[in-house]
């Protein structure tokens, strides 16, 4: 698949270098000095700066970043290798040199149990959960010739959410499930509010609602507590989540470093040899501890395969703030789940007639960039890989 995607890298190439020029075209027709310029107000970003952003990247280097070094160790450890490869990487399910964990068997049994877990959780999630068995607004197993992906859609009119995924009967479909169900109870609250305008959600606080609603759920995934499996692979699949979202953060620095680059230095931001440089540099100083000899193309050409990069410029980062937010929601689960679950409600009913950072903070978060805020949560996921990781010793 690299080799393929290599073999297209001239023309990729000429196309960047035309994008280039157009974005900057757009920018100065509307009157702005820059293409971030134009390009931040029309994501209406109106409550964080650029320089909020490169704070918050900041704030990745100096404490996320060590803690994803830290994991990639346990890698070496887990399969038994001296070098952890780009590979390795692709999908951390391997990570255990295990099989795939089976979870259940027909989409009837995920719905169900899921069902079950959302009733432990709240009554009013569990209710909106079987508003949706009851009206048939899943579709969730694989079957050939169906789309890809899963998503979570609205149908207005009658103010009930759609769930589509591609559901195989493994343990990593459950939080899929659970992601999804947190944007379908977004659209269950917010469909209370008067106006059509005011259900207008913005990324950076839907994906609270969605990320959050796996990190509350999770504790719930062992058959003795209603859910799919054992203690121990409950415990597994628990800890490849979170260390999913921790790794997360750095590769998402990588990908908003670079933008901030490419359109602060247009001539060289339009010269793809000068980006491969740059995100090859910016994947060593975010993702070190990752051995790519004998790859180096892969790797410096990486920006080729971020599709974001080509398609929504600077639309990345909504994804490390939203996991920032969901993970301080889970922190107050801890101590007091009943008033976590009425605040995290209480914000997604506000829908967008707050800012942003008051979204935020009606769910007991903040909207941060510094990293004391970042510290204290990845200090809250350490601890809890910690405690997955003795019960699998």
Same mark, same amino acid.
């Given at each position: 698949m690299s080799q393929s995607q290599l073999d297209d890298r001239d023309e990729i190439n000429q196309l960047w270098e035309k994008f280039m020029d157009i974005r900057v075209g757009l920018a100065s027709n509307a009157g702005y000095p820059n293409y971030r310029s134009?390009?931040?107000?029309?994501?209406?970003?109106?409550?964080?700066?650029?320089?909020?952003?490169k704070k918050f990247i900041e704030a990745i280097k100096q404490v996320a970043v060590p803690a994803a070094t830290r994991i990639y160790e346990r890698y070496k450890t887990r399969l038994n290798i001296d070098n952890v490869r780009p590979w390795d990487l692709l999908n951390n399910r391997t990570t255990f040199s295990l099989p795939a964990i089976k979870a259940f068997e027909k989409e009837e049994e995920f719905i169900s149990r899921v069902g079950d877990i959302f009733k432990k959780l709240d009554p009013f999630l569990g209710g909106y959960f079987q508003t949706m068995r009851e009206n048939q607004l899943f579709d969730l197993m694989n079957r050939k010739g169906k789309g890809?992906?899963?998503?979570? *859609?609205?149908?207005?009119?009658?103010?009930? =959410?759609?769930?589509?995924?591609?559901?195989? !009967?493994k343990s990593a479909d459950v939080p899929v499930l659970f992601h999804e169900s947190g944007h379908a109870f977004h659209d269950f609250e917010v469909s209370n509010l008067p106006y059509h305008h005011q259900w207008r959600i913005d990324m950076e606080f839907a994906e609270v609602a969605s *990320?959050?609603?796996?990190?509350?759920?999770? =504790?719930?995934?062992?058959?003795?507590?209603? !859910?799919f499996m054992?203690?121990?692979n409950t415990a597994r699949t628990r800890l490849l989540n979170l260390e999913e979202k921790l790794l997360f953060w750095p590769y998402m620095a990588v990908v908003v470093a670079f933008q901030h680059w490419v359109y602060e230095n247009h001539e060289e931001g339009k010269n793809p040899s000068a980006c491969d440089a740059k995100w090859s540099a910016l994947v060593d100083e975010f993702m070190p501890g990752i051995d790519?000899?004998?790859?180096?193309?892969?790797?410096?050409?990486?920006?080729?395969?971020?599709?974001?990069?080509?398609?929504?410029?600077?639309?990345?980062?909504?994804y490390g703030l939203a996991s920032l937010g969901a993970f301080q929601i889970m922190q107050n689960a801890l101590q007091d789940q009943t008033k976590a679950i009425e605040d995290y409600r209480h914000a997604l009913a506000l829908g967008g007639t707050v800012s942003l950072p008051d979204l935020y903070r009606a769910s007991g978060a903040n909207l941060s960039f510094d990293a004391q805020t970042l510290g204290e949560v990845v200090d809250l996921i350490e601890e809890n890989l910690a405690d997955l990781e003795s019960k699998l010793a």
């Open positions: 134009f390009r931040w107000l029309q994501l209406l970003r109106l409550d964080y700066t650029p320089e909020d952003s890809p992906g899963a998503f979570c *859609t609205s149908f207005a009119t009658i103010g009930l =959410p759609f769930v589509f995924m591609n559901a195989t !009967g *990320t959050a609603m796996e990190l509350l759920a999770e =504790p719930y995934l062992a058959k003795d507590k209603g !859910g054992s203690t121990e790519w000899e004998g790859y180096e193309d892969v790797k410096m050409t990486g920006w080729h395969r971020k599709l974001h990069i080509h398609q929504v410029p600077f639309y990345y980062i909504e």
